[in-house]
Every structure is written in C-alpha cells, then in structure tokens.
C-alpha cells in the first residue's frame, strides 16, 4: 500500500515559507537576496582566483575551491525558489520540482559533509605529515576524494529521496517551509512515518556525526602537534588555516545537528525554518569571507589578478 504513486504531473505543493508572517517578508526578500548575491560573488571569487593564480594550485584550495562550488549549488537549489515566493501571490512548486529540489539539497548536503572531512584530513597531513604531505595529497588522490564526495552525495540521496516520495500523502500539499526538504515532507503523510523517521535518524548520525567525529579527531591530532612546535611563524599560520576550517565546520554543523538529529514530529516547524535559512544562505556567504580576511595566500593572488587586470 505504501509503493504507490503520489501525485501525477499536474499536481503541485505550496511551500508556505514564512507566510505566517506577511509583515516580514518584503524584509526577508533584501537580506535573503543580499546573502545570496554575497553567497555568488564570494564562492565565485574563490573558485576564479583558486583557477587562475599558480600560487593556489594546492590540495588545500583546490577542496576549498570544491567547496564554494558545492555551496554555489547548495543555495541556488533553494534560494532563487524562495525569493519568487516571498515577492509573489503564488507559492507552487510543482511535485517534479519538489522531487529535484529534494534530490540536489540532500544529495550537496552529504557531498558537504563529506568533503568538510577531506579537508580536515588534508590539514592533518600538512601539519602532523610535512615530509610526506606532497605524497599523501598527491593530485590524482585529490580528485578521487573530492569526487567520491560528489559521488557519495548523490548516490545517497537517491535513495533516501525516492524513499521518502514513496510515503502516501493522501492528497496534502501545504508544505510547511520554504523549500522541498525531508521532515517538512513527512509531516504531510497520512501514515505511519516512524520507519521514515529512524532512516533520517541513522543517515543523519551515518552522515553528521560520524564526519564530524573524523573532523575533530584530525584536529586532535593537529592540535598536539600544534603544541609541540618551536615556531611563532609556523603557529600562525597553522592557526590561520586551521581556524578558518573549524569556523565553518561548525557554521555548518551545529544547525544541520539541530535539524536533523531529532525525530521531525518534534521539530518545531517555525524553528526548522530560521535553522534551515541559517546554513543555506549564512553560512554559503559566510564561507568565502571567513577563507579570506586572514588569509595571506588569498590576498596576494587578489591582488596579483586585480594588478594583471589594472595592466591591462
């Protein structure tokens, strides 16, 4: 009874966003489309100079520029979506956009998480693994880890997506968020949803917790050599690197953390909408700003291209 086709074509959801309050979404629709024009120029600003400067061929911004990337995609796959509907009379998405939606922030989602610990590794090799980091990250091994990320991504949301649209919704289309995503989702069944619900739990634990954990062990390790080293210089540039990393580590984490490791009938729908804003639109836009402002290597390849195109 549960295998049966849910809508055909035709059919439609309502994202109902943040239609409970009308008086904040003129407000909503100037930052919303602040960040993202932030999330765009930022992300696309690193992967350009990570492309174009000699200086950043390296495994740490070619992940880096990996990561802009999937953040490009993560935000566009909601984001323009949700300023249509804050700016006009109809909130529709339809049911084959809903499913793709669905598919591509579930399918960047986990390619995020697991590509945050790629990274986390290639800080372990540099600090804790010097005379051996050019043999551990050698470029061929770097793009078999970022494309098992994408790969892993995808592979896994396929099946949780077509999982969870296999759920009879008995007609319900009011959709109470701003985007197609899982808990928002379950709620519209008309079944039982626990089996649904313990699947979200295990992947979320399979894919937060245990990168998360890989995470901190990695920078348990830089952490004691960190305290080993002589050098103010090498310090500094450990904590530079390392720092920026753990930021946005837990930019990412921590919301995903109080989104998805509870079960969705205890989610407060109002609350899983400002969490959800947070790590797709904040935290995108606030990626390339946190790499950036302290960052030497990223700051002389600006101004060596500001300086080529000056010269022109």
């Not at 043999?135 to 999982?163: D, E, Q």
């Not at 500094?236 to 969705?264: D, W």
């Amino acid at each position: 009874m549960m295998i049966k086709k849910n809508a055909s074509s035709e059919d439609f959801f309502i994202l109902l966003g943040f239609s409970n309050w009308p008086q904040l979404e003129v407000v909503l629709f100037v930052v919303i489309l602040i960040f993202y024009l932030m999330t765009l120029t930022g992300n696309l600003f690193i992967i350009i100079l990570s492309y174009v400067d000699s200086h950043l061929h390296t495994p740490m911004y070619f992940f880096l520029s990996n990561l802009s990337f999937l953040d490009l995609c993560y935000t566009t796959s909601s984001i323009p979506q949700l300023l249509v509907n804050l700016r006009g009379p109809e909130k529709t998405i339809s049911y084959a956009g809903c499913m793709v939606q669905l598919y591509f922030v579930l399918a960047l989602g986990i390619a995020e998480c697991v590509l945050l610990v790629v990274m986390s590794y290639d800080r372990y090799a540099a600090v804790c693994r010097p005379l051996h980091y050019t043999v551990l990250m050698h470029p061929r091994f770097c793009h078999l880890l970022a494309a098992a990320s994408w790969v892993i991504g995808f592979t896994i949301s396929a099946l949780h997506s077509s999982f969870t649209f296999w759920v009879p919704l008995c007609g319900h289309r009011l959709v109470d968020h701003f985007f197609c995503e899982v808990p928002a989702l379950l709620h519209l069944s008309c079944v039982d949803t626990h089996a649904n619900e313990l699947t979200l739990m295990v992947m979320s634990s399979i894919f937060v917790l245990i990168p998360l954990l890989l995470i901190l062990t990695s920078y348990g390790a830089i952490a004691r050599a960190v305290l080993s080293m002589q050098s103010t210089t090498g310090l500094q540039k450990v904590f530079r690197t390392c720092g920026a990393h753990l930021m946005v580590v837990s930019l990412f984490f921590i919301p995903v953390m109080c989104m998805y490791l509870q079960p969705p009938s205890e989610n407060s729908p109002d609350q899983g909408k400002f969490i959800a804003l947070f790590y797709t639109v904040v935290t995108p836009s606030l990626n390339p700003l946190i790499y950036t402002l302290r960052n030497k290597d990223v700051k002389g390849a600006a101004k060596r291209l500001l300086g080529w195109e000056w010269g022109m």
